[in-house]
C-alpha cells in the first residue's frame, strides 16, 4: 500500500486503534479524515492538526452513513483510502439471555456499519486510480472470545466479508486489506495496563509496517499461531483459550 499522498478515511477515529492509525497516517502527511459520533472529540484529535478533519458519523444510521458518504466525495474530491475501524464490544452470555438492545447495536456497529459505508464510497473509490479499503477486523474472527459472542461473532463475519470483497474487487483499482488486532491496551474493553494486553504504540508501529507491503492480511507477529487456528484442533483450541481466561479473567471497570 502507498503510504503516503492518500486522503483518508477512518470510521471510529476518535480514540483507540482509530484515532493511533489516524495520528500514524497524518504524520506521513496523508489527509486524513475522521468519523466519530461526539463534535467535542473530533475537535479535540484535529486540533492542532492541519490536514486533519472531523466527521459526524452515526455508523449504525444508513441514510447519516450516506449523507457522510456525500458530504466525503464532496469535500474531498481525492479520497481514496476507506479505514472501517468503528466497533464496540460488550461482554454478553451465549448461556442466557442477550440483549436485544445490545445484540443490535453490535451487528449494527460491528458488521452493517463497515458494509454500508464501504457500499456508500465504493463508486467514488472505484473511480480512483489507486484505493484502499482496510477492514478492522479481530484476532477473535479466528478464535472467538466466549464471555463476547456476539462481538467475535461480527468480526468472524467481517473477515469472511472481506474475502468475498477482495475477490468481487479484483479487477478495479480497489484493494481490500484487513488488520486483525490481538488485545491492545485501548479503551475498547477497559485501558488497565494487563501485561497481556499489547502495548498501542507497538501494535501501531507493527501494523503500519505490515501495511506497508502488499499482504491482504496484516496481523501482528503474536497472534500468528492464533490467526491459523482452524483446522481440526479448532475446537480444543478455543476451549483452551477461554478457559485461560476464566482462569484469569480480563479485568474490566
Keep these: 500500500m502507498r503510504m503516503t499522498d492518500n486522503t483518508i478515511f477512518i470510521t471510529g477515529g476518535t480514540s483507540g486503534i482509530g484515532r493511533a492509525l489516524a495520528e500514524a497516517f497524518h504524520k506521513l502527511g496523508n489527509t486524513v479524515i475522521i468519523g466519530g459520533r461526539r463534535k467535542a472529540l473530533l475537535d479535540e484529535v484535529t486540533a492542532g492538526r492541519p490536514g486533519m478533519h472531523g466527521v459526524e458519523l452515526d455508523i449504525t444510521d444508513p441514510l447519516h452513513v450516506d449523507n457522510v458518504a456525500r458530504q466525503l466525495v464532496r469535500d474531498f474530491p481525492r479520497l481514496n483510502v476507506l479505514i472501517n475501524n468503528a466497533g464496540i464490544m460488550p461482554f454478553d452470555d451465549a448461556a442466557g439471555r442477550i440483549d436485544e438492545g445490545v445484540m443490535h447495536a453490535t451487528i449494527a456497529t460491528n458488521l452493517l456499519g463497515p458494509i454500508r459505508m464501504t457500499s456508500a464510497l465504493i463508486e467514488h473509490l472505484k473511480a480512483q486510480p489507486d484505493a484502499v479499503i482496510i477492514n478492522n477486523t479481530s484476532v477473535l474472527a479466528f478464535v472467538p472470545l466466549a464471555s463476547t459472542a456476539v462481538y467475535s461473532a461480527t468480526k468472524a463475519a467481517l473477515h ?21 488486532p490481538p488485545w491492545v491496551n485501548t479503551d475498547l474493553i477497559y485501558k488497565s495496563g494487563d501485561p497481556r494486553a499489547m502495548p498501542l504504540d507497538a501494535f501501531i508501529a507493527e501494523t503500519m509496517a505490515g501495511l506497508a507491503t502488499d499482504a491482504d492480511e496484516v496481523v501482528v507477529e503474536s497472534i500468528k499461531p492464533m490467526r491459523d487456528n482452524p483446522g481440526a484442533g479448532e475446537h480444543a483450541l478455543v476451549h483452551g483459550f477461554n478457559q485461560a481466561l476464566v482462569e484469569n479473567p480480563i479485568p474490566v471497570g
Design 160 to 180: 469472511s466479508y472481506s474475502l468475498s470483497q477482495r475477490f468481487m474487487l479484483r479487477d478495479t483499482s480497489v484493494r481490500v486489506r484487513e488488520i486483525a
